[in-house]
Protein backbone atom coordinates (compact mmCIF):
# COMPACT_ATOMS: atom_id res chain seq x y z
CA UNK A 1 0.00 0.00 0.00
CA UNK A 2 1.42 3.72 -1.07
CA UNK A 3 -1.31 5.93 -0.31
CA UNK A 4 -3.72 6.78 2.67
CA UNK A 5 -6.48 4.28 3.37
CA UNK A 6 -9.82 5.11 2.91
CA UNK A 7 -12.18 5.02 6.52
CA UNK A 8 -13.48 2.70 8.02
CA UNK A 9 -10.20 1.09 8.60
CA UNK A 10 -9.39 -1.86 10.60
CA UNK A 11 -7.10 -2.80 12.69
CA UNK A 12 -3.62 -3.42 11.37
CA UNK A 13 -0.37 -3.80 12.34
CA UNK A 14 2.60 -1.38 11.19
CA UNK A 15 6.31 -3.25 10.68
CA UNK A 16 8.55 -0.78 11.26
CA UNK A 17 12.17 -1.33 9.50
CA UNK A 18 14.99 0.10 11.49
CA UNK A 19 17.37 -0.42 9.25
CA UNK A 20 15.84 1.76 6.00
CA UNK A 21 12.96 3.63 7.81
CA UNK A 22 10.52 1.64 5.86
CA UNK A 23 6.90 0.86 7.29
CA UNK A 24 4.97 -2.05 6.04
CA UNK A 25 2.12 -1.39 5.14
CA UNK A 26 3.43 1.92 3.99
CA UNK A 27 1.77 5.01 2.76
CA UNK A 28 2.92 8.56 1.36
CA UNK A 29 6.37 9.58 1.30
CA UNK A 30 8.49 12.74 0.61
CA UNK A 31 11.34 13.98 0.46
CA UNK A 32 12.44 17.69 1.02
CA UNK A 33 15.72 19.02 -0.61
CA UNK A 34 17.50 22.63 0.04
CA UNK A 35 15.86 24.01 -2.76
CA UNK A 36 12.50 23.36 -0.45
CA UNK A 37 14.09 25.44 2.59
CA UNK A 38 14.11 29.07 1.05
CA UNK A 39 13.76 31.69 3.53
CA UNK A 40 13.93 29.17 6.29
CA UNK A 41 18.02 29.10 7.13
CA UNK A 42 19.42 32.64 8.58
CA UNK A 43 22.32 32.78 6.01
CA UNK A 44 20.82 32.85 2.47
CA UNK A 45 23.81 32.98 0.91
CA UNK A 46 25.00 29.87 2.22
CA UNK A 47 21.31 28.47 1.43
CA UNK A 48 21.93 29.49 -2.36
CA UNK A 49 25.42 27.79 -2.28
CA UNK A 50 24.12 24.49 -1.20
CA UNK A 51 21.06 24.42 -3.86
CA UNK A 52 24.11 24.95 -6.53
CA UNK A 53 26.13 22.32 -5.02
CA UNK A 54 23.80 19.73 -6.06
CA UNK A 55 20.70 20.65 -4.13
CA UNK A 56 21.23 17.69 -1.81
CA UNK A 57 18.25 16.30 0.43
CA UNK A 58 17.85 17.40 3.85
CA UNK A 59 15.11 14.89 5.34
CA UNK A 60 12.81 12.29 4.36
CA UNK A 61 8.98 11.67 5.89
CA UNK A 62 7.89 8.55 5.10
CA UNK A 63 3.83 7.59 6.43
CA UNK A 64 1.72 5.03 7.57
CA UNK A 65 -1.65 4.40 5.41
CA UNK A 66 -3.62 6.13 8.20
CA UNK A 67 -5.19 8.84 6.76
CA UNK A 68 -5.15 12.23 7.84
CA UNK A 69 -8.57 12.88 7.99
CA UNK A 70 -10.67 13.49 11.61
CA UNK A 71 -10.84 10.84 14.54
CA UNK A 72 -7.53 8.65 12.52
CA UNK A 73 -4.32 9.04 14.23
CA UNK A 74 -1.36 8.97 11.46
CA UNK A 75 2.09 8.12 11.99
CA UNK A 76 5.16 9.09 10.58
CA UNK A 77 8.73 8.36 10.43
CA UNK A 78 11.10 11.49 9.60
CA UNK A 79 14.97 10.84 9.06
CA UNK A 80 16.99 14.20 8.80
CA UNK A 81 20.41 13.69 7.46
CA UNK A 82 23.85 15.39 9.14
CA UNK A 83 24.61 18.97 8.51
CA UNK A 84 24.45 22.74 8.37
CA UNK A 85 24.41 25.72 6.09
CA UNK A 86 25.78 28.64 6.92
CA UNK A 87 25.96 26.91 10.82
CA UNK A 88 23.32 26.37 11.37
CA UNK A 89 21.85 22.87 11.11
CA UNK A 90 19.46 21.11 8.94
CA UNK A 91 16.46 20.80 9.87
CA UNK A 92 12.67 20.81 9.06
CA UNK A 93 10.53 23.05 7.42
CA UNK A 94 8.14 23.30 10.94
CA UNK A 95 5.01 23.95 11.05
CA UNK A 96 1.89 25.34 13.39
CA UNK A 97 -1.07 22.77 12.92
CA UNK A 98 -4.70 24.58 11.78
CA UNK A 99 -6.24 22.80 13.86
CA UNK A 100 -4.53 23.82 17.35
CA UNK A 101 -3.95 19.67 18.68
CA UNK A 102 -1.45 17.82 20.02
CA UNK A 103 1.46 15.52 18.93
CA UNK A 104 4.12 13.32 20.25
CA UNK A 105 7.42 12.42 18.84
CA UNK A 106 9.37 9.44 19.85
CA UNK A 107 13.10 9.53 18.95
CA UNK A 108 14.53 6.71 17.84
CA UNK A 109 17.87 7.19 15.62
CA UNK A 110 20.49 9.87 16.34
CA UNK A 111 20.83 12.94 18.47
CA UNK A 112 18.18 15.57 17.93
CA UNK A 113 16.34 18.56 18.63
CA UNK A 114 12.28 19.43 19.06
CA UNK A 115 12.12 23.19 18.71
CA UNK A 116 8.88 24.74 20.19
CA UNK A 117 7.09 28.49 19.72
CA UNK A 118 3.80 29.46 20.34
CA UNK A 119 4.43 33.34 19.36
CA UNK A 120 6.07 34.25 22.30
CA UNK A 121 8.17 31.76 24.07
CA UNK A 122 10.37 29.05 22.52
CA UNK A 123 11.44 25.98 23.81
CA UNK A 124 14.05 23.35 22.95
CA UNK A 125 13.83 19.55 23.75
CA UNK A 126 16.83 17.13 23.23
CA UNK A 127 15.35 14.33 21.72
CA UNK A 128 17.36 10.77 21.66
CA UNK A 129 16.58 7.37 21.48
CA UNK A 130 13.21 6.26 23.80
CA UNK A 131 12.54 9.98 24.20
CA UNK A 132 9.25 11.16 23.79
CA UNK A 133 8.53 14.73 22.98
CA UNK A 134 5.65 16.42 23.66
CA UNK A 135 4.11 19.08 21.65
CA UNK A 136 1.19 20.68 23.21
CA UNK A 137 -2.06 22.19 21.04
CA UNK A 138 -0.89 25.89 19.43
CA UNK A 139 3.09 25.38 19.79
CA UNK A 140 4.99 25.38 16.37
CA UNK A 141 7.49 22.46 16.08
CA UNK A 142 10.44 21.58 14.01
CA UNK A 143 12.83 19.37 14.50
CA UNK A 144 16.81 19.45 13.92
CA UNK A 145 19.40 17.32 13.76
CA UNK A 146 21.98 18.28 15.82
CA UNK A 147 24.65 14.80 15.18
CA UNK A 148 26.82 13.37 12.54
CA UNK A 149 24.37 10.65 11.94
CA UNK A 150 21.00 10.60 10.85
CA UNK A 151 18.33 11.84 13.24
CA UNK A 152 15.19 9.79 13.23
CA UNK A 153 11.75 10.09 14.99
CA UNK A 154 8.39 8.60 15.15
CA UNK A 155 5.59 11.29 15.02
CA UNK A 156 2.09 10.66 16.22
CA UNK A 157 -0.63 13.27 15.31
CA UNK A 158 -4.17 14.02 14.99
CA UNK A 159 -5.16 13.18 11.69
CA UNK A 160 -7.34 16.52 11.09
CA UNK A 161 -4.36 18.84 12.94
CA UNK A 162 -3.00 19.57 9.36
CA UNK A 163 0.18 21.55 8.25
CA UNK A 164 0.83 25.76 8.19
CA UNK A 165 3.95 26.41 6.95
CA UNK A 166 3.21 30.19 6.67
CA UNK A 167 2.71 30.24 10.07
CA UNK A 168 6.70 29.49 10.79
CA UNK A 169 7.55 32.15 8.08
CA UNK A 170 5.39 34.96 9.20
CA UNK A 171 6.01 34.22 12.48
CA UNK A 172 9.90 32.42 13.18
CA UNK A 173 10.33 29.93 15.46
CA UNK A 174 11.98 31.89 18.45
CA UNK A 175 15.18 30.52 17.80
CA UNK A 176 17.91 28.70 15.69
CA UNK A 177 20.07 25.62 16.62
CA UNK A 178 23.97 26.69 14.93
CA UNK A 179 26.79 24.59 14.64
CA UNK A 180 29.40 25.98 17.89
CA UNK A 181 32.56 23.33 18.22
CA UNK A 182 31.10 20.55 19.91
CA UNK A 183 27.89 21.90 21.08
CA UNK A 184 24.56 23.19 20.32
CA UNK A 185 23.69 26.96 20.37
CA UNK A 186 20.69 28.08 20.52
CA UNK A 187 20.48 31.65 19.51
CA UNK A 188 18.05 34.37 18.84
CA UNK A 189 16.22 34.05 15.82
CA UNK A 190 16.27 36.93 14.38
CA UNK A 191 20.68 36.92 15.05
CA UNK A 192 22.31 37.20 11.92
CA UNK A 193 24.12 34.25 11.00
CA UNK A 194 27.49 33.54 12.56
CA UNK A 195 27.31 36.34 15.26
CA UNK A 196 25.32 35.22 18.16
CA UNK A 197 23.74 37.43 20.33
CA UNK A 198 24.05 38.48 23.71
CA UNK A 199 21.34 36.17 25.30
CA UNK A 200 22.56 32.94 23.35
CA UNK A 201 23.15 30.02 25.48
CA UNK A 202 24.22 26.46 24.93
CA UNK A 203 23.42 22.80 25.49
C1 LIG B 1 3.30 16.19 11.36
C2 LIG B 1 4.58 15.96 12.10
C3 LIG B 1 5.77 15.45 11.26
C4 LIG B 1 6.35 16.49 10.29
C5 LIG B 1 7.68 16.03 9.70
C6 LIG B 1 8.28 17.01 8.68
O1 LIG B 1 2.36 16.87 12.15
O2 LIG B 1 4.94 17.07 12.87
O3 LIG B 1 5.42 14.30 10.57
O4 LIG B 1 5.43 16.80 9.28
O5 LIG B 1 8.62 15.85 10.73
O6 LIG B 1 8.30 18.31 9.19
P1 LIG B 1 7.59 19.50 8.39
O7 LIG B 1 7.69 20.67 9.28
O8 LIG B 1 8.32 19.64 7.09
O9 LIG B 1 6.16 19.05 8.16
ZN1 LIG C 1 3.03 18.55 13.47
Same mark, same amino acid.
Given at each position: ????????????? %?????? =????????????????? $???????????????????????????????????? $???? %????????????????????????????? $????????????????????? %???????? %?????????? =??????????????????????????????????????????????????? @???? @????
Amino acid at each position: MSTSATPPLQPFA %IRFGAD =NATLEPQGPTLQRRMSD $LEGLFADRRAWEQAVADGDPVVYTVVSSPVPETARE $LPQS %ITTIFPGDTGGEFWMTKGHQHPDPQGEIY $LGLEGHGGLLLFDGERAEWLD %ISPGVIGY %IPPGWAHRSV =NVGDEPYRFLAVYPGSAGHDYGWVLTHGMGLRARRSADRVELVPFGTPAGT @AGPT @ARSH
